[in-house]
């Protein structure tokens, strides 16, 4: 008897979406690697430094911690977070305005789950924002940004979408420092940001996963600007090395405490509650310590120096690249090679990802990810190819002189080694 088989069911709403760009580059490069081939990982943003050791080390101590959790979140982190807050940004909140989640993603997306605004979203952002909202059905602006404003969302642009219909509910991610550009917002621009979502009753989600590696240790939070309507959102994953972790974390305004119990009233019936041995060695991370502030110091310090001198790489090979403030990423743009790469019959930064990946090992995400045009041929790289901890180990020689280029080719030889082979290859078109 021959065996029914289901029939294919095309009314889903996740119809046209495929898997996150950013995991499907990290299993295909492990593919790759798993046949025997050379990759060159600039695909996932996955920092590449431990988790610090007392964070570690109360994770072990609360591995026995069994029970489900306060859907809101463990007390004590909560308290945490907000002292947290306040120590480095100077902003006052409580344990009550603090909700946790199993990643600052799924957070974003409760949030757009359960408040019908618009989502506006600069371009280039994040690859989950679009396909969140589309998930959802809510309507997605994208709003252009160009590279000589450091891929910036403008106040003039924000206003401009606003003033025809000034009392719809919207809600703007602004991330910074950015993924995918590494570019950040300087105070006197979240000033002119603060005053148009004012004006227009903004729900500004302040995404700041990245705050604690902006390289100079300067970032700024919109919330100083804007605190009755911004949502600070954070985590573990990339200032703490806990990608794997899942604990992200919202932090809300009182007057945006109703959308706070909205989007608890989902959690409680969706995940429930976080990991509780995550979240009882989140309190260590959040709370602090020299040790702590000692490893974001040298984190900063490499990162920074990697940035620079795989930017001037890029740049010495005609390829144009925003200046570098924070997180672990650049976004060089190729179009000086656009000719040559027509000639070789490729049109967009997807086709340009895949020969360079194919040809080369380098793995990248296309432009066309982030919301840029296919025929932009734009690109980002992760630039965390390489041990953390070892490299912050051999960092402790380096206390007294500055960083050299010898110290990338000893110590991070992937992130070298793979610069100077996309460089060739482009170089040779």
């Not at 911004?230 to 990339?238: E, H």
Request: net charge neutral.
């Amino acid at each position: 008897m021959a065996k029914k088989v289901l029939p294919v069911n095309l009314n889903l709403n996740v119809r046209g979406l495929s898997q996150s760009s950013t995991l499907a580059i990290n299993e295909k490069s492990k593919k790759l690697i798993s046949e025997g081939r050379k990759v060159y990982k600039f695909g996932l943003g996955q920092s590449p430094f431990p988790v610090p050791e007392p964070v570690v080390e109360t994770l072990r101590q609360n591995a026995h911690q069994k029970d489900y959790l306060p859907v809101r979140g463990l007390l004590s982190l909560r308290e945490a977070i907000a002292q947290f807050n306040q120590r480095t940004q100077g902003i006052q909140s409580s344990s009550d305005d603090i909700l946790i989640g199993p990643g600052s993603k799924e957070l974003i997306f409760i949030l757009q789950l359960v408040y019908y605004g618009d989502l506006i979203i600069p371009t280039p952002s994040w690859v989950s924002y679009f396909p969140q909202a589309r998930i959802v059905g809510r309507h997605v602006q994208w709003v252009s940004t160009s590279a000589a404003d450091g891929y910036r969302l403008t106040p003039e642009k924000l206003d401009l979408i606003c003033r025809t219909d000034p009392n719809r509910p919207r809600v703007v991610i602004l991330n910074y420092p950015s993924n995918p550009t590494g570019c950040t917002y300087p105070a006197d621009k979240l000033k002119q940001l603060a005053a148009v979502a004012r004006k227009y009753h903004i729900v500004m989600v302040s995404d700041e996963i990245y705050g604690m590696i902006h390289h100079q240790g300067q970032h700024v939070s919109m919330a100083r600007y804007y605190p009755e309507g911004t949502i600070i959102s954070s985590g573990l994953s990339k200032w703490c090395g806990a990608g794997g972790w899942r604990l992200g974390t919202f932090s809300f305004p009182p007057q945006l405490s109703w959308l706070r119990e909205a989007m608890a009233t989902v959690a409680s019936e969706t995940f429930t509650s976080t990991s509780a041995p995550i979240q009882y060695a989140a309190v260590t991370a959040f709370e602090g310590s020299p040790l702590i502030d000692q490893y974001l110091q040298d984190s900063r310090r490499i990162l920074r120096y990697l940035a620079k001198i795989i930017r001037q790489k890029l740049i010495a090979a005609h390829v144009d690249v925003p200046q570098v403030q924070g997180a672990f990423y650049l976004y060089p743009d190729f179009s000086f090679y656009s000719e040559k790469l027509r000639s070789r019959g490729i049109l967009t930064s997807a086709e340009m990802c895949e020969a360079v990946l194919n040809e080369t090992g380098v793995a990248m995400l296309p432009g066309i990810d982030f919301g840029h045009q296919p025929d932009e041929m734009l690109a980002r790289m992760a630039y965390v190819d390489f041990d953390g901890q070892h490299v912050l180990d051999q960092l402790q020689h380096y206390t007294e002189k500055k960083l050299q280029v010898d110290f990338i080719q000893d110590h991070c030889p992937a992130i070298w080694n793979g610069v100077e082979a996309l460089t060739d290859w482009f170089t040779s078109l």
